[in-house]
C-alpha cells in the first residue's frame, strides 16, 4: 500500500484531524491524469463488469422548474461559492449554458503518488435547498464498483443517481446557505481517500452509517432532513407516506 494513504488512513481510523494537501487542503493538479479509457489505466473498460449508465449530466438536470437560474435567484449564494471555490480550488473550471451556472469541473489527486480524479460538481434542479451533487466522472467508480451484479461487491457509498455521499444530511455537516459546493468537494477528498483505502483492504474507514432505506426510515424523525440530500423534512420527501 502507498505510505501516504497508509498515514492519512490511519489518522482517520483514530479520528485525528488529518490535512491533505498543500496547506491542509486538497490542490487540484493535472500532473497525473487518469481516463478509464487509456490502455494502461488498472480500471481500463475490459475490466468492467457493465457498462455504466449514461446519466445525463448537469446539462439536463440543473435548469430549474420555473427555468429561472439557481444563480438569478440567488445571486450572493452564487458569489460566495464563487469566491471560495477561486480560493481553495482554483483549477476548476465553472460550467455555464447561457446565464444557469450549470457547476463546476477539474482533477483531485487526494493521495500523492495515487490516482488523480476528474469530478465534476452541479447544482441539481432543486438547488438549494438540495444540496450540489458531486459526481467521480473518471475513473468510472460508480460504473465499475457500484453497479456490478454481485451486491456484496458493491461500493457501499454512492447515491443511486452516481453522485458520492459523502456525509449524512440530516446530520447537518452541510447546510444549503452556510456549506458551500468548495465545502463538499472538501468532503468528496475525504471520501476519495475512503475510497482508496476501501478498494485495497475492502474496509470503509470513514464514519458510515447504513444505506439501506427501512433502517434510514426507522431511525429518521418526520422533520428530520430527509437521508437523499434535498434537505427538505424527511416526512414531505422520501419518508412520504
Ligand atoms: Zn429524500
Redesign the pocket.
Known amino acids: 500500500m502507498n505510505e501516504n494513504l497508509r498515514e492519512i488512513a490511519e489518522g482517520i481510523k483514530k479520528g485525528e484531524e488529518i490535512t491533505i494537501g498543500e496547506g491542509g487542503r486538497i490542490k487540484a493538479t493535472h500532473d497525473k491524469p487518469v481516463h478509464p479509457q487509456h490502455p494502461e489505466h488498472p480500471e481500463h473498460p475490459e475490466k468492467r463488469i457493465k457498462a455504466p449508465r449514461s446519466f445525463g449530466g448537469p446539462f439536463l438536470l440543473t435548469a430549474s422548474i420555473d427555468c429561472i437560474p439557481w444563480n438569478v435567484k440567488n445571486p450572493e449564494m452564487y458569489i460566495i461559492d464563487k469566491i471560495e471555490m477561486r480560493k481553495r480550488y482554483p483549477e476548476f473550471w465553472e460550467m455555464k449554458a447561457g446565464d444557469l451556472v450549470q457547476g463546476w469541473h477539474g482533477s483531485l489527486q487526494p493521495v500523492s503518488g495515487m490516482d488523480c480524479f476528474y469530478i465534476m460538481a452541479y447544482y441539481p434542479f432543486n438547488f438549494p435547498p438540495a444540496m450540489p451533487r458531486i459526481k467521480i466522472l473518471a475513473p468510472d467508480i460508480f460504473g465499475i464498483y457500484y453497479l456490478m451484479r454481485e451486491p456484496s461487491k458493491r461500493h457501499p457509498h454512492f447515491y443511486s443517481d452516481g453522485a458520492i455521499c459523502s456525509f449524512f444530511p440530516p446530520d447537518k455537516s452541510w447546510l444549503p446557505g452556510i456549506g458551500t459546493v468548495a465545502d463538499l468537494l472538501d468532503f468528496a477528498s475525504l471520501w476519495l481517500v475512503g475510497h482508496l483505502y476501501w478498494k485495497e483492504t475492502g474496509e470503509w474507514i470513514q464514519p458510515s452509517i447504513d444505506h439501506n432505506p427501512e433502517f434510514l426510515k426507522s431511525i429518521l424523525k418526520p422533520n428530520d432532513y430527509?437521508?437523499?440530500?434535498?434537505f427538505?423534512p424527511?416526512k414531505r420527501?422520501?419518508?412520504k407516506k
Open positions: 430527509c437521508y437523499c440530500g434535498s427538505k424527511f420527501c422520501c419518508g
